[in-house]
Structures are given as structure tokens and as C-alpha cells.
């Protein structure tokens, strides 16, 4: 069994930096992807960022620029580097991670959230 956990959320101030840190919590036979999404107060759950199997990322347009999605080798491990943090840029975010359990069957997991609170 899978079970992302995050780490590293804070209260940042505008304009700062931030390293978020996802620990897959258990291991795939074949993980597609890893991936960040965020929810911010009165809003849907979002994209921010995916890395997928072929080292392929993925951002969202709000944050394209700005964050940066790595993974380690063993897929242990998903890193989200957040650059020019903006006040709307404070949410939940959750790690996502994907990929076959075994030859036939599909998972798809979530963590709990980590807070990212950016506020002067």
C-alpha cells in the first residue's frame, strides 16, 4: 500500500521561497507519475505540478515559471521548489502519486496536505 506524506508546509512571506517534500510511503511495481495539487480557501483542487515515468513535467499556468517538480531516482521521493511566492499561492498541497500495483491494477494515492500559508 501506498500512503503519500507531505512535509514542509509553512507561513512564508510574500516573495519567499519553499521546498515541499512528498515521501511516497510504499512502493509501485511501475509508478506513472508523481504530482503536487493544491486547494486554496473556496476554491477546487488544482494541478500544480507532475513529473511523470519518462521525466516529463507538467505545471500549471499560475505557477509555470515560479516552481519546479523532482523526483528522486527510486520515485521515494517527490520535491516541489516554490520560488516567488504570492499571496494566491497559499492552499493545501497534496502529493498524488500513481502508477500499477501489480500487472493489472491501477492506484491512485493521496496525502493528508501540507499548509502553504503566504502572508506578510
Known amino acids: 500500500q501506498v500512503q503519500p506524506v507531505e512535509s514542509g508546509g509553512a507561513l512564508v512571506q510574500p516573495g519567499g521561497s519553499l521546498t515541499l517534500a512528498c515521501a511516497a510511503g510504499?512502493?509501485?511495481?511501475?509508478?506513472?507519475?508523481m504530482g503536487w495539487y493544491r486547494q486554496g480557501p473556496g476554491k477546487e483542487r488544482e494541478l500544480v505540478a507532475e513529473i511523470t515515468a519518462s521525466d516529463a513535467t507538467n505545471y500549471g499556468d499560475s505557477v509555470k515559471g515560479r516552481f519546479t517538480i523532482s523526483r528522486d531516482n527510486a520515485w521515494n521521493t517527490a520535491y516541489l521548489q516554490m520560488n516567488s511566492l504570492k499571496p494566491e499561492d497559499t492552499a493545501v498541497y497534496y502529493c498524488n502519486v500513481r502508477g500499477y500495483r501489480d500487472s493489472v491494477h491501477w492506484g491512485n494515492y493521496w496525502g493528508e496536505g501540507t499548509l502553504v500559508t503566504v502572508s506578510s
Open positions: 510504499g512502493s509501485l511495481l511501475r509508478t506513472e507519475a
